[in-house]
C-alpha cells in the first residue's frame, strides 16, 4: 500500500489527467469532477453515483452537494452517522452529461467505457474496503471493471462481495427516484445495511483479513 502522501500524490495526478482530458465529445464543455473535494483518498467506503449533475456537482465541484439529490445524499449519510470527511464520492462518469436543451441525461454507454478506466483507478488507489452504488447505471459501471451479476431490483439495500469488497448496491438518492422507485423510508432502511457492510469490513480487518472473504449472509437477505 502506498504511504498516505504518495497516495495523495498519486491522486492529484489522476485528477490533473482527469481534467485534461476530452475522451467524450458531448462533454468537452465541461471539466470531470475529480479533486481533494471528493473526500479523503484514506476512506474505507467509497459511494459511487451516476454523472455529477448540472446544479450539483458540475456547479459546486462537490459531487452530490448543491441539488436536492445532494440534500437527499447528506441526510441519508447522517442517518448512518457517517460524515463527508469519513468518505469519498465518486461517479461512473465524471463529467455532466446533458441534452441539447442544457437538462441533465444519463450517461451513454460509450462515456461510460471511456470513463471506466478513471473509476478504476479511483478504487484501486483509494482501495475502499467498502463499495457503495448509488442508482443502476453506477452498478452497471462496476460491472466494467469486474464482472458481477447484481443488479439494483435484487440487490439494493443487501451486503454482497464484489472484486475483493464489500459492495452495498442502493438506489439513486435523486427526488425522481424516490417519488417513483425507493420512497423515503425504503431509502433509510437501505443505508443502513451500508453501516453494517462498515461495521463487518472493521470486523475482518481485525480478524487479519486484508481482503473480504467468506461473507456470512450475502446477499441471502440476512445482512
Ligand atoms: S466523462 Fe470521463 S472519459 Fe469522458 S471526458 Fe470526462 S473524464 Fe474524460
Known sequence: MNSADEKRKLFAALAA???ACRRCESMCG?????????GSVAA????IGEAPGRQGGDRTRVPFSGDQSGHNFGRYIASINLARADIFITNSVLCNPRKESGANRKPSVEESLNCASFLQRQIELVAPRVV???????LAALKRIEYHQFSLKDSAGRVGEWNGRLLVPLYHPSPQVLASHRREDAQLRDYAAVARAIRQSAETAHAGGGRVRDLPGELSGKT
Open 17 to 19: 489527467e482527469a481534467a
Open 30 to 38: 465541461r471539466t470531470a469532477v475529480l479533486s481533494e473535494r471528493n
Open 44 to 47: 474505507r467506503v467509497m459511494f
Open 132 to 138: 457503495v452504488t448509488l442508482g443502476a447505471v453506477a
